[in-house]
């Protein structure tokens, strides 16, 4: 079993604790939000007390899958940590993927962090770190679960396999490997469907998003030196198009990594208020995540992603700075 030692330092707080405190990361995706919830369907399983907050709104889509459970849209910095005894911080990097206020410098003597992930740009920030590459958070928590001896019903088996199937892309990002197939297969025994997956993962756009792929596709360029394309949408664009910020989705995945001859895409989205999101995207073996780390971002090596509080035209001056210099360094390799 993998990090043997941390899991069951883990399963040691968690029998400790009473009230357990878990947290989506700034704008949710559907790993953050289906690793979050089967970790919240298990620890309730054990009798504990938790709650679930959110930085962010939680896009309408995510929101319709959430049904009935209990998110709380507030700031963790703003968290009375006496009122738990536990935080389990899931499927975030960085502490400022759980928050973009300040992160607390210190807890309550008793309070605990546990981080677990699957980002090799994970800084370690907890108190015990359970950080390993998996294709996604959702499929460490299944490998995690078994070793807990943690029974999969229908319920849980479809939210792991959901995490799954959309951090991989439908099992076609290179983080996939032979035992991604393993998890999936046996959470299909358990009751995950794969025709509802690929219904909500790969199938259900809302028309406003399939009009913002069409302006990212308009506005795409290619650098002059051909190894990379970038396209950008500004505030401005996206609210003519009549486009929440939280219907964004997809247009990196999609197209940021498929123009034959390329290293890798980005796709810049100015979502108001000074706040530019980069996307990146690898073809193959360049690594994005320099590039992310380098603007205060992270990710993995094929798919990674940053966060600039700046308009959108100083935010693409920051950006040009960096390919250049790595992809210097990757020819220099070569």
Known sequence: MFLKKESRKVLSEIKKAKKILLSLHVSPDIDSLTSTLSMDQVLRSMGKETKIISFSQIPPKLLDFAGESKIEITDFSKINFSDFDLFIALDSAQERMITRSPYPKEFPNKFKVINIDHHITNNKYGDINLV???????ELLFWLYKDWGIKINEKLADLLFRGI????????????????????AE???????????????????????????????????????GKFIW?????????????????????????????????????????????????????KDFDVSQIAVELGGGGHKQAAGFSLEMPIEEAEKRFWKQPENILNKNNKKD
Request: hydrophobic share 35%; proline share 3%; net charge negative.
């Open 231 to 283: 396209s950008k949408i500004s505030a401005k664009e996206r609210e003519e198009l009549g486009v929440d910020p939280t219907e964004i989705e997809g247009a990196a995945s999609l197209f940021a990594p498929v123009v034959g001859g390329t290293e890798f895409g980005i796709i810049l989205n100015e979502e108001g208020g000074c706040l530019v999101r980069g996307s990146l995207r690898s073809r």
């Open 132 to 138: 390993y590459p998996f294709s996604s958070t959702a």
């Open 165 to 184: 199937m959309t951090d991989t892309g439908g099992f076609q990002y290179p983080m996939t490997s032979s035992r991604t197939f393993l998890a999936a």
């Open 187 to 225: 959470l299909i025994e358990k009751g995950a469907s794969l025709d509802e997956s690929v219904l909500f993962s790969l199938r259900s756009y809302s028309f406003k998003t399939l009009k913002y792929w069409g302006k990212i596709l308009n506005n795409m360029q290619i650098d002059e030196s």
